[in-house]
């Protein structure tokens, strides 16, 4: 059983809304920790399938002296209200009575952990250009050399997947600036590592026969269960706060190998093999944010209001069909390769 402390910092004005709040019966325990002449600082231990509700709870009483950019920004004095996440290593005694009671059926990461820890993945800072320069190096070397476990250590180290994941979780949450930070984020990252990858391709001789290059430029229907599954995997990781799952998923569904054999392959002046890792690299990234949108779909991961609901369902159902649609152009083109392909050994 897993816990979550909830500090909640209010003006005593409110003291009616924090009365009802603290009445909440999935709260296990609660303290006083600080009061002075206008403020008091509340902590709350509840289980962590509980978190959600309890936040929901204080944003609905609350939520209107808190603006609607709360999240993320820096700590304002002015504040009314400020509640803090915290997560909770152990806790003694243990309780067997109360660990057995599921008052939600909720599990994972609430909302605002999420998005806490998806967001800053789309921050484009010298940190994120630096891997990913590093990670291309690395990538095209092990590629170019067929060793496969110098490109496996370019696919953990490379942080491509997690703007895709934030892309996810933008439409799920309706939330336009993450989305738009998000595609940004991954454009740039993309132009990098392909950027590269054509320098590597221009100047250093390329090795065809090399497996670990070649093999980025041949996809089939396997590669799309393959994204999928491992994609849905490491969404629901990530949705339940397992995320040591998602350095395996950066292992089956790499971003960052595909898109440096576009280059490489680019820079050699084989386009026939540029364009077959160009649908490799498709498939991984339509794959990863289809399923990404249906675990969190699954999960109940939504915006708290009525309104926000309505208008993140519009948008989560619009690019699951656009998802949808694209994963299935790409199979027609996977399946016209695959008839190229046989024309041309018979």
Known sequence: MSYRTIQLHANKKHQKQITEVLNDPVIIDQWLLFENNDRVYHELLVRASDTQKMMDKIQTFMGAEVPANTIGIEMDSKLDVRVIVGDVMAVWPRNEQEEKKRTSNFTGLSREELYEDVSRSTEMTSTYFL????????????????????????????????????????????DIDLMLKSVYTNLAGLGIVIALGYLVGHVLPTDFSSDALMRRTNVNYESIILAISAGAAGVLSLATGVSSVLVGVMVAVALLPPATAVGIMLGAGQYTLAGGAAILLSVNIVCINLSAKVVFLI???RPRTWYEQKQAKKTMWFYLALWTLTLGGLAILIHYAQDMDAFKEN
């Open 299 to 301: 999960k109940g991961i």
């Open 131 to 174: 891997l990913v320069i590093l990670s291309t190096i690395v990538a095209a070397i092990g590629m170019i050399s067929n060793d496969t476990a110098v490109v496996v250590g370019a696919m953990v180290i490379a942080p491509l997947l997690g703007p895709n994941l934030a892309l996810a979780l933008s439409t799920a949450l309706g």
